[in-house]
């Protein structure tokens, strides 16, 4: 019986835990780090105060586990899709693998798309202790560069590594922008239509 009840608090624990971090998420793809506030986190997990204090020690310990978390969801999904490119992908495969997890994103919406979302915000301002996860972020650069060296081979490292930075900064742009709510009511092949040929051109360059 005691051991029934050290189960029940255990999952009840987890699933405060797990609510706290899908309300931060929320609140963090709506306004980022600066514009979410305590309460309405508890508030939004239907939680206390104490359980922030208990789970994380601090909103702002909250806030940075949700980003890590988020960030390395996004990073993940992106990897997979890299490292499925054949050697001889073209530009147009990669742009395509490249801007899958945003596409996806903007067709599943709900937490998909708060994920999303919350990546673009730390892209335009990353947070401290990003560098976690850095060997992630130039695992994906480096198959990105990978192809683009194959079919670009006139053109150096460092503008290949401009060029998808500008890739990546253009999608994160989509998920904050008016035009992102546009294209998550849009059908998912059109999404791609209009997507992956302006994807391909930023990793193309002038010629």
Same mark, same amino acid.
């Given at each position: 019986?005691?051991?029934?009840?050290?189960?029940?608090?255990?999952?009840?624990?987890?699933?405060?835990?797990?609510?706290?971090?899908?309300?931060?998420?929320?609140?963090?793809?709506?306004?980022?780090?600066?514009?979410?506030?305590?309460?309405?986190?508890?508030?939004?997990?239907?939680?206390?105060?104490?359980?922030?204090?208990?789970?994380?020690?601090?909103?702002?310990?909250?806030?940075?586990?949700?980003?890590?978390?988020?960030?390395?969801?996004?990073?993940?999904?992106?990897?997979?899709? @890299?490292?499925? +490119? #054949?050697?001889?992908?073209?530009?147009? %495969? *990669? /742009?395509?693998?490249? &801007?899958?997890?945003?596409?996806?994103?903007?067709?599943?919406?709900?937490?998909?798309?708060?994920?999303?979302?919350?990546?673009?915000?730390?892209?335009?301002?990353?947070?401290?202790?990003?560098?976690?996860?850095?060997?992630?972020?130039?695992?994906?650069?480096?198959?990105?560069?990978?192809?683009?060296?194959?079919?670009?081979?006139?053109?150096?490292?460092?503008?290949?590594?401009?060029?998808?930075?500008?890739?990546?900064?253009? @999608?994160?742009? +989509? #998920?904050?922008?008016?035009?992102?709510? %546009? *294209? /998550?009511?849009?059908? &998912?092949?059109?999404?791609?239509?209009?997507?992956?040929?302006?994807?391909?051109?930023?990793?193309?360059?002038?010629?």
């Amino acid at each position: 019986m005691r051991q029934e009840k050290t189960d029940l608090r255990r999952e009840a624990g987890q699933r405060t835990r797990d609510d706290l971090l899908t309300a931060a998420l929320g609140l963090l793809a709506e306004r980022g780090q600066e514009g979410v506030t305590l309460r309405e986190i508890t508030q939004n997990a239907g939680a206390n105060v104490a359980a922030v204090s208990y789970h994380f020690g601090s909103l702002k310990a909250l806030c940075e586990v949700t980003i890590e978390h988020a960030l390395e969801r996004y990073l993940d999904a992106q990897i997979r899709e @890299l490292d499925a +490119l #054949a050697e001889t992908a073209t530009l147009s %495969e *990669l /742009a395509e693998a490249f &801007a899958r997890p945003m596409m996806n994103a903007l067709a599943a919406g709900g937490r998909e798309l708060a994920v999303m979302r919350t990546v673009a915000r730390v892209g335009i301002d990353p947070p401290e202790g990003w560098e976690r996860l850095y060997g992630k972020f130039e695992q994906a650069r480096q198959r990105a560069l990978r192809v683009l060296a194959t079919n670009l081979p006139e053109v150096d490292e460092r503008e290949l590594v401009f060029r998808v930075r500008c890739a990546a900064g253009m @999608l994160n742009w +989509l #998920a904050l922008a008016p035009i992102g709510t %546009e *294209l /998550a009511a849009e059908p &998912a092949d059109r999404v791609e239509r209009m997507l992956i040929p302006v994807v391909t051109g930023a990793f193309r360059g002038a010629r």
